[in-house]
């Protein structure tokens, strides 16, 4: 089955760093993944839509200067949550498919913790 | 806004029994319909999908899908402390492509 790699599983930073997160499609080409980020005991909520070559989709409310997203690859997007506060602190999950009209499979996750 | 509904739960039931998981969407074009597991600290697993009204059997997995009634429930049979989760719903909206919106989910405790 189709397989979606994120790396880091964790990561601990300062705040006022960044951090940049990894998506990778193992087995099949993503013209488009999809970022989530989800706090403890809630849902999946969509950041964005990386799209192969072009400008990421950013859903209301999320700050595209804060959160970069490159995909600059069929099999790769990045993350990259810059100048990161505590209140980033979050799950973040990737997911892709190889068509559009294909279930997503959704990747390990990455649990960030700004100190 | 499109909204996807589902009760947080917990749903308690004992091993063996069946257990119902229900959700509602309000876009009533939608094509695509999923059902994830999320362990506790982990991303969600992909359980069932759904297109068509009627029922879709996988397993000890069912989804049923009633687009007359904007509703899609799960139903797990011969319940074990192993399916003990979150189960997310999740819905494609018209002209989303396969961008998802989920709903809040439901915790399942599966109790021995």
């Known amino acids: 089955g189709a397989v979606v790699s994120q790396h880091p599983s964790w990561v601990i930073c300062k705040s006022g760093t960044s951090v940049k997160i990894e998506c990778r499609s193992l087995d099949f080409q993503a013209t488009t993944m999809f970022w989530y980020r989800q706090f403890p005991k809630q849902s999946l909520m969509l950041m964005a839509t990386s799209n192969e070559g072009s400008k990421a989709t950013y859903e209301q409310g999320v700050e595209k200067d804060k959160f970069l997203i490159n995909h600059a690859s069929l099999t790769l997007s990045t993350l990259t949550v810059t100048s990161a506060h505590p209140e980033d602190s979050s799950f973040y999950i990737c997911s892709a498919s190889g068509t559009s009209d294909s279930p997503l499979h959704f990747g390990n996750g990455t649990r960030l913790t700004v100190t | 806004q499109k909204e996807v509904e589902q009760n947080s739960g917990p749903l308690s039931v004992p091993e063996g029994a069946i257990a119902s998981l229900n959700c509602t969407y309000s876009d009533r074009g939608s094509q695509s319909f999923f059902w994830y597991r999320q362990y506790s600290g982990k991303s969600p697993e992909l359980i069932m999908s759904?297109?068509?009204?009627g029922d879709k059997e996988d397993g000890r997995f069912t989804a049923q899908l009633n687009k007359a009634s904007q509703y899609v429930s799960l139903l797990i049979r011969d319940s074990q402390p192993s399916d003990s989760a979150t189960y997310l719903c999740a819905v494609s909206f018209t002209g989303g492509g396969n961008k998802l919106t989920f709903g809040t989910g439901t915790q399942l405790k599966v109790e021995l």
């Open positions: 759904i297109y068509s009204n």
